[in-house]
Structures are given as C-alpha cells and as structure tokens.
C-alpha cells in the first residue's frame, strides 16, 4: 500500500476524533506491513547486492532491519500522538515550517518516480526470461501503458486485488524457501558441483571486504522500502498503543523471511554466478530438475510487482493533486476530468512522463539501467527517512534513549547512502540522487523567497491587520 500523500490536515476535524478512527488489529497491521513491503526490491535488487559481499548480504539484512525499525519507531510515535492522514510531509512541515513539508513532499514525489521506474525496469527484466530477444524498452513501455490504464479505469476493488497478490509474493518466498530446503536435503536430485556451501572463514562471508559489504547494505534497505506507509497505517489501529508491538513483530516476519531466504540462495549457487538480469532465487535452482520453478516464480513476481506499480502510479497521481490544494504544487495539477471518473489528468500527465524517462532511460543504457535507478531510488528513500528522525526529535519529547536509538538510526541510513560511494558500479546512482535532491533544494528555496515576498506585500500587510 502507498501513502496517500502530504496533505494538510483539516481543521475541521480534529485529531481526537481521528484517533478514535481504526478497526485494525496489531497483527493485521503486521500480517499487511509484510505483505505490502515485499516487492521487486528484494525479488531482484537483493540480487545487486548479493553480488556485491556475498554471503554477508544475510547479515546487511539484518542491520537494515535495525535502522528500518528505527524509522518505523519514530513514526509511529508521532502518528500515535498526532494522528494525521497527511503522511510524514506533515510531520516535517510541523517540525520546521512550511518549506519542510514542502521539500518533503517533492521529494517523496521524485523518490516514488524513481521507485515505479525500477520497479517498470524489473518487470521487464524478468519478462526478457521468456523473451530473451526483445529489447528492455519495449516491455517498459508496454508496463508503462497498462499501468496508466489501469489508473485510468479507476478499478474497484484494486485493494481486495492487492491483498490476494500479497499473499503470492510470500507464497513464492515460502515456495524458494521449501524447494530449496528439500533440494539440501537430498529429496530432489541434481545441484552444481561447484555449490558454495557453508563458509568457514570471515573471507568466505565477506569476500569482497568492507567496503563491498557497506556497498551492499542500501539493497538491504530498498527491500524494506515501504515501511513508512505502514507506519502511517498505524493510525488505524483498534489501540494505538500497539503500534510499536505492531511494528516489531512486522519487521521480525520480514527479517526472518529474507535471511532465511537470502542464506539458502548464496548457500546454494555462488554470487558470482548471480546477476542483476535474473532472480538470485532463480539463479539458486537452475541447476535442479525443477522446469516448473523460474515461470511459475517469474510469474508471481510479474504479477505482485506490476500491481505495486500500479498502486504506486495511484499514490503519485493522487499525492501531487493534494500537493496543489496546500499550495506546494502548480494549481493545474488539482484540475479533474468530471466527467471521465474525476480524473486528475495533469497529475497523471507529469507521473507519465516520469515513466516515459524509465523507458528512453532503458533505451539508451540497457546494461545497466536498473542498477542506476533503483540504487538512486534507495538514496532518495534513505534521505526520506532520515527527515522522519529528525522530525520526531522537534515534535516529540524525546528521552536519552530516543536520542540514542535516533543517533544510530542516521548514522545507518548515512552508512546505506555514502556505501554507494564505494562501488564504481552503481556509484552513477548516488550522483542521480544528488541531482535530484539538489533541484528540490533549489526549488524549495525559491518558493520560500517567493512566500516571504508575498508575507511582505501591503495587500498581505492588509490580510493580516484585518484578521487581526
């Protein structure tokens, strides 16, 4: 599930009413934590870091489930004491003023871009499985254009859809993980000679030294990305109190699943082997009689990675329409079709010619493309939660060991983000990211001259003596 984006609150209602608001249990809250976050992210972006350390990539799963709580613990707290519906844009501009929830919101904005186009690249990717020889931007925009359709027929019961392809994403995990088991075991014949194994020495966990394994940890991380959605879903909770127990039971199933998960794959085949072209968790049983296996696998991620697309084209378009109500957008974008199912067009016009990039971005560099948008996205994500943090520490009345968990919150969304730096291979990502952060500053700062010069003006003068 998406955010639904960076709205103002409305005076009208207020937060003790919406606090009352919630028929969630703290285990469904969990059950769909789980379910929402597992994506393309972890069924082929694990892969680019698997290549990267190794077996270590089990333990950067690990520290990235420490600092996704920590993001996850501060948002809770904040939408436990405050609960609002416009997601943590909100928070920022109630911590640091307006240009906050500004820079915010267009940030998220870029990030979820970014997100929809790795998660477009996947998708083609792992359709060139069964179409080897036609070009990657040609499945990329075949996406692209269903994706906009489906945003187009407005369809009911997208969230029903979206709960049962939840449920086949950690059906194909379980699946990889059973298959793989009984293939150790013995009970199916086959495997690669050259199979890893167990490591036995701190060389063989970490063969590519630190500096590979601090590369490794922002795909870690991008395998959370989501989570910040169900910290706001939080909100919805019969007791609001079980958010934090919520929380910790979402990111232990998560943890234990990809650990699991990600320890069979490189027990199984070595990570050298593995490519960013294809599912480490493909790659770990090719060598065994299992024709079914890589297309009934491929098609459960196709079809749970094109429907959180398709939810993340909704949240975007919808996101930049309330953006323009708070004034943080051009007024065009609040413009709807009233009489084709109150369409925002404009909205939907700019998220297609975020996609449209993806596609001439796949054209030009189909070698490595996905590299270079989904570790951008990871970066912009990072920079995402890192305002979370530090939000919470303005808002709330934080103890020593808020301060503490906080401080070491940053310090390993900063180690996930300057990891990057590191790697030659996926470094174009983090100068992408750069860029991209880098506008929206610029931007914002634009617009808060723009406000002070209009607080500044006589007619605004006048306003204000008369409301006075």
């Known amino acids: 599930m998406d955010s639904p984006g960076c709205a103002e609150p409305n005076d009208s209602t207020s937060s003790d009413q919406k606090s009352n608001k919630g028929s969630l249990k703290w285990w469904q809250l969990s059950l769909l934590g789980i379910g929402c976050t597992i994506g393309?992210?972890?069924f082929l972006g694990s892969g680019i870091g698997i290549k990267l350390t190794g077996p270590s990539m089990v333990l950067s799963?690990?520290?990235?489930?420490?600092?996704?709580?920590?993001?996850?613990?501060?948002?809770?707290k904040m939408t436990t004491a405050d609960p609002q519906e416009g997601s943590f844009?909100?928070?920022?501009?109630?911590?640091?003023g307006r240009w906050a929830r500004f820079g915010s919101a267009w940030n998220y904005w870029s990030t979820k871009i970014l997100i929809m186009g790795s998660q477009l690249t996947a998708l083609s990717i792992l359709t060139k499985f069964w179409f080897p020889d036609i070009p990657l931007w040609i499945f990329a925009a075949i996406y692209a254009v269903l994706s906009i359709a489906v945003v187009l027929l407005g369809t009911k019961g997208f969230d029903k859809v979206e709960n049962v392809l939840a449920v086949i994403k950690t059906a194909a995990i379980l699946m990889f993980i059973l298959l793989s088991t009984a293939a150790l075991m013995g009970w199916i014949r086959g495997g690669s000679d050259g199979r890893p194994g167990f490591p036995d020495s701190?060389?063989?966990?970490?063969?590519?030294g630190f500096p590979a394994f601090?590369?490794?940890?922002?795909?870690?991380f991008y395998a959370y990305g989501g989570v910040e959605t169900i910290g706001l879903m939080s909100m919805q909770?019969?007791?609001?109190?079980d958010a934090p127990k919520s929380g910790k039971v979402m990111l232990i199933g998560l943890t234990v699943i990809y650990m699991i998960s990600i320890g069979l794959a490189v027990f199984m085949v070595s990570y050298k082997l593995l490519s960013e072209k294809e599912s480490p968790f493909v790659t770990a049983l090719s060598s065994y009689p299992l024709t079914f296996f890589p297309h009934v696998f491929n098609g459960a991620i196709i079809m749970a990675g094109f429907s959180t697309m398709s939810a993340s084209l909704f949240a975007v378009v919808n996101l930049l329409v309330t953006m323009a109500k708070d004034g943080d957008a051009p007024i065009i974008f609040t413009k709807k079709l009233e009489k084709f199912r109150k369409l925002p067009l404009p909205s939907l016009v700019l998220a297609a010619v975020g996609l449209s990039a993806s596609i001439v971005t796949a054209l030009l560099l189909p070698g490595k493309i996905y590299e270079y948008i989904t570790t951008a996205a990871g970066i912009l994500q990072m920079y995402n939660w890192s305002f979370i943090i530090i939000s919470a520490y303005k808002i709330l009345k934080v103890r020593m060991w808020d301060i503490i968990l906080g401080g070491i919150g940053i310090i390993l969304l900063l180690g996930a983000v300057t990891g990057t730096i590191m790697e030659k291979s996926i470094r174009p990502g983090f100068f992408v990211s750069l860029i991209l952060a880098a506008l929206v500053a610029i931007v914002t700062l634009i617009m808060v001259k723009i406000w002070n010069k209009m607080q500044t003006t006589p007619s605004a003068m006048n306003k204000e003596r008369i409301s006075s």
């Open 61 to 76: 799963f690990l520290i990235a489930a420490i600092g996704t709580y920590i993001v996850f613990h501060f948002l809770a």
């Open 40 to 42: 393309t992210g972890y």
């Open 89 to 96: 844009c909100y928070y920022a501009g109630k911590a640091f």
């Open 237 to 241: 909770l019969k007791n609001k109190k």
């Open 202 to 208: 701190i060389g063989q966990v970490f063969p590519g």
């Open 214 to 220: 601090w590369s490794s940890l922002l795909y870690a």
